[in-house]
């Protein structure tokens, strides 16, 4: 079931954590803000677009902003305004971050581990689509993982590697090692632009994205 991608906010409630979405921009970017339950703790994902939409969908309160990789349109709109509403703290892939508008206050690597109130996620680096893009996993203990990948993983295929076939490879080692070896099928994928989908759903494409090249 698609966490609905349109003009309203779609809402995932989970035990611990309340996940809603939005696309914002002409771009289709996916936006995410995670609240805690326990503590109302808010971290939000890709300020990318129309920062009035964003602050009314925080309600203008913010303790994280992660930008997942450096492509302008995932920040360049709303990151700014957002942070300077909110005074969030701000988190990119430290090799991105000198290329976002925005000071990055913590560079993210691999493994890295995000705390916001009772939640956490975990950094996944996914070279490829740019130097420092990242995922961001959330291992719910009341059910099954939930994945935001930004533009390293959709329906369909990996990033967006601009013809380079050394930036493939390492983007689908990436993505095939880090994200589809080590999690299960159930896995819920939260992508930068588009539809959901999970991890069990794409699995059986992972041949032919090889043999295509993109």
Same mark, same amino acid.
């Given at each position: 079931m698609d966490l609905y991608n349109g003009t309203a906010p779609g809402v995932r409630e989970l035990p611990d954590v309340v996940i809603e979405k939005v696309s914002v921009g002409a771009g289709d970017n996916n936006c995410y803000l995670l609240r805690c339950r326990s503590t109302g703790q808010q971290l939000m994902i890709a300020a990318a677009s129309e920062p009035e939409? %964003?602050?009314d969908l925080c309600g203008g309160r913010l303790d994280i902003v992660v930008t997942t990789h450096q492509h302008w349109d995932h920040w360049r709109d709303a990151l $700014?305004? &957002?942070?300077?509403? @909110?005074?969030?703290? @701000?988190?990119a892939g430290a090799p991105d971050a000198p290329a976002i508008g925005v000071p990055t206050d913590v560079g %993210? !690597? =691999?493994g890295d581990v995000i705390t916001c109130g009772g939640? +956490?996620? @975990? &950094?996944i680096r996914l070279t490829g689509h740019t130097p !420092?893009? &990242?995922?961001? %996993?959330y291992q719910d203990p009341h059910g099954h993982p939930h994945?935001? @990948? !930004? =533009? +390293?993983l959709f329906p369909g295929g990996v990033g967006n590697t601009f013809g380079d076939a050394s930036a493939f490879d390492s983007l689908y080692h990436d993505v095939t090692t880090k994200l589809f070896d080590a999690l299960p099928d159930e896995t819920w994928v939260y992508p930068g632009h588009g539809r959901d989908t999970t991890l069990g759903a794409?699995? $059986?494409s992972l041949a032919e994205w090889r043999s295509r090249g993109w």
């Open positions: 939409r %964003l602050l $700014p305004q &957002v942070v300077a509403a @909110t005074g969030a703290r @701000t988190y %993210l !690597g =691999d939640f +956490s996620l @975990t &950094v !420092g893009s &990242v995922a961001l %996993l994945l935001f @990948t !930004g =533009d +390293s794409e699995r $059986p």
